[in-house]
């Protein structure tokens, strides 16, 4: 290295690199930093009697994951050609000893049922047959809920959450984990990205599993991170491939979407004329999706837009979707991106409104304090749009919930079809 080397002046391009890093290495930090639990919990306890207090939540397991061989992990961060599905069982301690939006992992191995989330059975399913059986003891009311979570998850990972949002939500549903091949590694991102294209097909067929089986009435998919693109493609394709998507489906909720929003521009609209309800919870100050902005050419995520603003706001509300903005709500993880599992007001609304395709358009509905929501309407016949910027801090989450009625995103006519897509 020579001296002219070391003198070298500071351009505007180094500059920008060297910004770039200073926001990015933290949140490498940050990201490596969370997964310090204890691996391995998929081993299930044998418990001769459940601890006084405590609830199981059955869910069935959709997976495009490698089998492990290791009845500890069950399947690994590779990718299979043969999708399995797995019934299994998850044992959540007391209220007593547990907050709501938390998942309490064991400190050691075997777990403690009083303390811990403990894995209380696995039975893998050998044919689809098996599957409709299990949804025909578990159709509860005939609602079910599809949840795809996002990067750097392992399949334990995604069952423990997806068992806490059930509980916590309170929701009568028949739950459907899908749970993709994520290596669960930071610098993984890419490989993690693919998985979710990998994993398309895997999704649209479980999902067509469910349009298909009598004892379903109607679909809510809650996709979080990186796992609300898996969820977008699948449903897109499933538009394209059958003309539209199964009436079925009847909500979309994208939690933290870490989307490119030109791309969900184009994806909503490729999604047909009749469209699911679709619920986005956003934060600014998501720091997670901060990074993905800056690795993927720092353009603007989805799950971190201001609804508020313009050009979202108008574009949102003539494209009826309701947005939920978690900025100013505080929350245990560094990164701010999981909070909508955390929020017992969130998961509390995801479980006993926007399962049952209740929408929110009361002008004095809240959802507590520090949450917002641009609430958007059903178009009318004239093209015009009911919406309502909801105030805070009106608890929605209190006492005697009434239910609001069944409402549809309808035919938003010409004006966001073909190619003017809903936020550009």
């Not at 009697?49 to 495009?64: F, R, Y």
């Not at 009083?114 to 609602?143: C, L, S």
């Not at 334990?156 to 068992?163: I, L």
């Not at 993927?296 to 108008?314: C, F, H, W």
Request: with cysteine; hydrophobic share 40%.
């Amino acid at each position: 290295m020579t001296s002219a080397s070391i003198s070298r002046p500071v351009t505007s391009s180094s500059q920008g690199i060297l910004r770039r890093l200073a926001i990015t290495l933290p949140l490498v930090v940050a990201l490596t930093a969370c997964g310090g639990h204890v691996k391995g919990v998929m081993q299930p306890l044998n418990l001769a009697a459940e601890p006084k207090g405590n609830a199981v939540v059955d869910m069935l397991v959709a997976t495009s994951r490698l089998p492990s061989d290791d009845p500890a992990t069950l399947f690994s961060g590779e990718r299979s050609a043969h999708p399995a599905i797995t019934d299994v069982a998850v044992s959540i301690p007391s209220d007593a000893v547990r907050a709501s939006g938390t998942v309490q992992w064991p400190k050691k191995l075997p777990p403690n049922p009083e303390t811990d989330f403990a894995v209380v059975r696995v039975k893998p399913m050998q044919t689809v047959q098996e599957g409709h059986e299990w949804v025909r003891q578990h159709a509860n009311g005939g609602h079910a809920m599809v949840f795809i979570h996002g990067f750097n998850n392992t399949y334990e990972d995604s069952v423990f959450r997806f068992a806490q949002i059930v509980h916590d939500s309170g929701a009568d549903v028949t739950p459907v984990l899908f749970t993709w091949p994520s290596r669960a590694k930071v610098f993984d991102y890419n490989y993690d990205k693919e998985s979710t294209n990998y994993s398309r097909t895997s999704l649209e067929n479980t999902l067509k599993a469910l349009v298909e089986d009598k004892n379903i009435k109607d679909i809510t998919i809650l996709a979080h991170s990186m796992g609300t693109w898996l969820a977008m493609e699948s449903i897109r394709q499933m538009a394209i491939r059958e003309g539209g998507l199964p009436k079925k489906i009847e909500n979309v909720i994208l939690a933290s979407p870490d989307i490119d929003v030109d791309v969900f521009s184009r994806q909503w609209t490729e999604l047909g004329k009749h469209k699911p309800n679709f619920t986005i919870f956003v934060s600014q100050d998501d720091r997670a999706l901060a990074l993905s902005r800056y690795i993927s050419g720092d353009v603007q995520r989805l799950g971190q837009i201001n609804p508020a603003e313009e050009p979202y706001k108008t574009k949102l509300e003539a494209a009826g979707i309701t947005v939920v903005d978690l900025t100013k709500v505080k929350s245990t993880d560094r990164l701010n991106h999981g909070k909508f599992a955390e929020s017992p007001e969130i998961v509390q609304l995801i479980g006993q409104r926007l399962v049952t395709g209740q929408t929110l358009t009361d002008s004095d509905v809240g959802l507590g304090d520090g949450i917002t929501a641009l609430v958007a309407g059903t178009v009318n016949t004239v093209g015009k749009v009911a919406a309502t910027t909801v105030a805070t801090p009106v608890d929605l989450i209190s006492g005697n919930l009434k239910p609001l009625p069944k409402k549809k995103p309808g035919d938003i006519g010409g004006t966001l079809q073909g190619e003017k897509a809903p936020l550009n």
